[in-house]
């Protein structure tokens, strides 16, 4: 994946699988093993609250794979993802809950509308910083209580306001960034958000 843009050339049984190479090892996908323990921690942080799971792909987040496991009510969750594709994959794998197809950067939701607002995995690939801005305000928007917020990449304390980690990501070339972690704070409120990682 080159970046963002790679989303729209999924097949819909590539999308079934996206993400989910623990549990379909036949697929030959080798995923680090901390996604899914953020992923578990943002399950049991939205466990009875209205949450919304911005770039949700196929729903991933509502069971972390593993439907024995602790799972996010269908009456309390919603998701949004850029690919139609991902979001066909989540309807599928999902029947019983609400996915739209929509951008990270313009939340088609009114103020306040739900209480809590997740993302697992995107910020690190977002193309530059004011992308990232643009894509946390939003979820603060959307949300009463606040964001909890996971990536690849624990935001760094250099000097750098970017740091560019060059990986193989599925069997393609791929970036991740690092943002600088005192800019972020600078912008952003503390009490409104709840930072971790490396997802």
């Known amino acids: 994946m080159s970046n963002l843009t790679d989303y729209d050339n999924l097949s819909f049984e590539q999308a079934l699988i996206w993400q989910r190479s623990t549990i379909t090892p036949e697929n030959g996908l080798n995923m680090d093993s901390r996604g899914w323990i953020n992923r578990e921690i ?35 969750y919603h998701g949004i993802d850029i690919s139609p594709t991902l979001i066909e994959a989540a309807k599928h794998l999902y029947p019983n809950y609400n996915f739209d197809v929509g951008s990270c950067f313009e939340l088609p939701y009114n103020n306040n509308t739900f209480d809590v607002a997740i993302t697992s995995s995107l910020l690190e690939h977002l193309p530059d910083f004011s992308s990232v801005k643009k894509t946390v305000s939003e979820m603060l928007r959307v949300s009463k209580e606040g964001v909890y917020l996971s990536w690849h990449h624990q935001p760094n304390k250099g000097n750098e306001n970017i740091r560019i980690n060059k990986n193989t990501f599925y069997g393609t070339d791929s970036f991740s960034n690092q943002y600088n972690i005192d800019k972020f704070n600078e912008i952003y409120p503390i009490d409104k958000i709840v930072k971790f990682g490396n997802s």
């Open 42 to 76: 943002l399950i049991n942080k939205c466990l009875n609250k209205n949450t919304l799971d911005v770039a949700c792909g196929n729903g991933l987040c509502i069971d972390n794979g593993r439907p024995n496991k602790s799972k996010l009510s269908s009456n309390l």
